[in-house]
């Protein structure tokens, strides 16, 4: 074979390489794919595609990154189809506003060049004082308590987020990178999550992001005792959230030091280093200081995106420490379950632009009436008769019992679930029975694998092959 011929397959393995990544990749997650290329030789075949103009190169120094030219316009365009379905349920429930709100809203509605330029105003922070100002009334306050509270009062903290942390994981990481414009849907969610496999179609950013909230959302219920509204815990909640998702990866856990923008809106964060990190520190004190956790929680969700502490990732972190007194305090979490992108995404302007938390309010009590009755819900519904699991029992054990037999890893188990459900299961019940099997995949431990008839030496080695 001639040297012309091997040279131009070099450069297609690299052209197929990118291909499968809609969102392009580093240099490295290149050379992992391709094993064992110098990262010169890679670097200088890079270069020749670039300098045809078979790939693209974005970014500078350890953040540049390289893809096909309109590689991922369609395949974006395909995943944002196969996730509207998820998104316009969303967006047809309706946050009932205030007459303050509503004036709010129709303020956002005019074209940006009408609405008036404003910078980051420090004394709407400074003028707060814990537990003399509120932005919730007292009826408000003990509306959202008798809500939220859990029967059987648990006392150590974190202990009821614990109990149904694979739920609030799901949830939470799901709606959370909803309201981020992820395109994920619940199931594709559910897939990442608990069997690694990300889905066809979308983004490696879209499944960073959502696996960063699994992570971040493991961190606080794991360290109830200890989190709070102090540096150690935003910084590093910012840390996870921003994992791998910003062009300066030094960025993510460090209060920024750089000017920043906001899409769609007139509002100019604070640009000094020295400000960020006094009204961050304020911050802080004053949420520490409030005594009330749904207060606590909704001063969170105002101030940390007003301030825009980080480069980025700024929501995440507010929605994300807004659960902090809830988690410690064992009451119901905020999973933002049915809460509309655009009506969140008025809110959070209202207050950059307005200095007013009105429509923030109604959406955190909206969203929290919707979290906390998903979750009484779900308490109500254990040990309830489930027809469909009695109807599709045998097919279950029959199912798991060959994933335990057959000692398959997370990922043979999720490809082999797909095609046996495909081949056994009617169309319209094989979405709720890979959600069912999976799930109790998941829950085998060595107190409930004998209903599978399997034998303890088999469901052994099956551990090792599934936590290897």
Not at 18 to 24: C, E, I, V, W
Not at 198 to 222: C, P, T, Y
Not at 340 to 347: E, G, H
Request: glycine share 6%.
């Amino acid at each position: 074979m001639s040297k012309g011929r091997l040279w131009e397959e070099a450069l297609d393995l690299i052209e197929s390489s990118l291909r499968k990544r809609t969102d392009g990749a580093r240099r490295s997650e290149i050379a992992d794919g391709l094993k064992g290329i110098p990262q010169r030789t890679l670097q200088y075949r890079l270069k020749n595609l670039e300098e045809q103009g078979r790939v693209i190169r974005e970014g500078k120094g350890p953040a540049t990154r390289y893809r096909l030219p309109g590689a991922t316009r369609d395949q974006k365009a395909t995943a944002a189809r196969q996730a509207s379905s998820a998104e316009e349920k969303q967006e047809k429930a309706q946050v009932p506003f205030s007459a303050e709100s509503r004036k709010i809203r129709d303020y956002l509605q005019r074209p940006l060049g009408s609405r008036k330029a404003v910078g980051y105003n420090r004394q709407f922070l400074y003028s707060y004082r814990p537990n003399r100002s509120f932005y919730l009334s007292r009826e408000e306050r003990a509306h959202l308590a008798e809500v939220g509270k859990i029967p059987n009062g648990i006392d150590a903290a974190g202990t009821y987020a614990k109990q149904l942390l694979n739920r609030l994981l799901l949830d939470l990481s799901w709606n959370s990178s909803r309201l981020e414009g992820n395109t994920y849907s619940p199931s594709d969610t559910r897939r990442l999550i608990e069997l690694g496999e990300q889905a066809q179609g979308r983004s490696r950013l879209e499944a960073q992001m959502i696996l960063n909230h699994k992570d971040a959302i493991a961190f606080l219920v794991s360290v109830a005792d200890e989190i709070g509204f102090n540096r150690f815990t935003i910084l590093n909640l910012h840390g996870i959230l921003a994992q791998d998702l910003l062009r300066d990866e030094s960025s993510a856990g460090r209060l920024r030091r750089i000017a920043v923008g906001i899409e769609r809106s007139v509002f100019r964060p604070a640009e000094a280093p020295q400000l960020i990190e006094k009204c961050f520190n304020q911050i802080l004190a004053t949420a520490n200081a409030i005594q009330d956790p749904f207060e606590q929680s909704f001063f969170a969700m105002v101030h940390l995106p007003y301030l825009q502490p980080f480069e980025n990732v700024n929501k995440r972190v507010s929605r994300l420490a807004a659960n902090i007194p809830f988690i410690k305090g064992n009451l119901s979490p905020l999973s933002f379950t049915g809460v509309p992108r655009s009506s969140y995404t008025d809110a959070i302007l209202g207050v950059y632009e307005r200095s007013k938390v009105n429509l923030l309010k109604d959406v955190f009590i909206w969203a929290y009436e919707r979290s906390a009755e998903h979750y009484a819900a779900g308490r109500q519904s254990l040990g309830a008769h489930d027809p469909f699991r009695q109807q599709y029992r045998e097919a279950l054990r029959q199912l798991l019992g060959d994933v335990v037999r057959g000692k398959m890893e997370r990922k043979t188990a999720g490809t082999y679930i797909e095609e046996w459900v495909k081949a056994n299961v009617t169309a319209n019940d094989r979405d709720k029975f890979r959600e069912m099997a999976e799930s109790d995949l998941l829950g085998l431990h060595e107190g409930n694998f004998a209903r599978l008839q399997v034998r303890p030496s088999e469901f052994s080695a099956w551990q090792v092959a599934w936590e290897n």
